[in-house]
């Protein structure tokens, strides 16, 4: 399964200055228990920003260029397909982790959000989750967890 998984503000803000622009240990602390021991996809710009592996998960980063800079562990790929194959490969959950590119490219592939709302707006963000992004998914649960966040998550119908 491909899960896009995403903390995203009041104003859909994802993003300002290359980082995330809050700090939530209970969105922290979701991120990485949902994620620990499956495969993770990042673009660059994400892989940048985050500078180093995250442990305890595959991680995928997906570069047209292909020049980036990573350590033997980590799979640099420039096309999304080869993403899928490892995970399918490694029998794993794909998360796709962003950032906004990367979460475009993987828009058709996605079967499940995990979406965090954050109870912000950031008026100086640069980074936007586009209004459709849930187009098409249906609410299927919402979990608090801790800090003022909630977890939806939402599921693509079958299409049998």
Do not use: C
Request: hydrophobic share 40%; charged share 25%; glycine share 8%.
């Amino acid at each position: 399964m491909i899960i896009g998984i995403v903390a995203i503000a009041k104003n859909r803000a994802i993003g300002k200055d290359g980082k995330l622009p809050w700090h939530y240990s209970a969105d922290l602390k979701f991120f990485r228990e949902t994620t620990m021991g499956r495969a993770i996809v990042m673009g660059s710009r994400t892989w940048r920003s985050i500078g180093k592996p995250l442990p305890g998960r595959t991680n995928i980063v997906l570069s047209r260029s292909g020049n980036i800079e990573a350590p033997d562990e980590v799979s640099v790929f420039n096309e999304k397909g080869r993403a899928i194959a490892l995970a399918e490969k490694l029998n794993t959950d794909l998360y796709v982790i962003g950032g906004a590119q990367i979460f475009n490219e993987f828009a058709a592939d996605i079967d499940r959000w995990l979406v965090t709302e954050i109870p912000v707006t950031v008026e100086d963000a640069d980074t936007f989750m586009p209004p459709d992004f849930l187009a098409g998914f249906d609410l299927e649960s919402k979990r608090d967890i801790g800090d003022g966040l909630v977890v939806s998550s939402y599921t693509r119908p079958s299409q049998n």
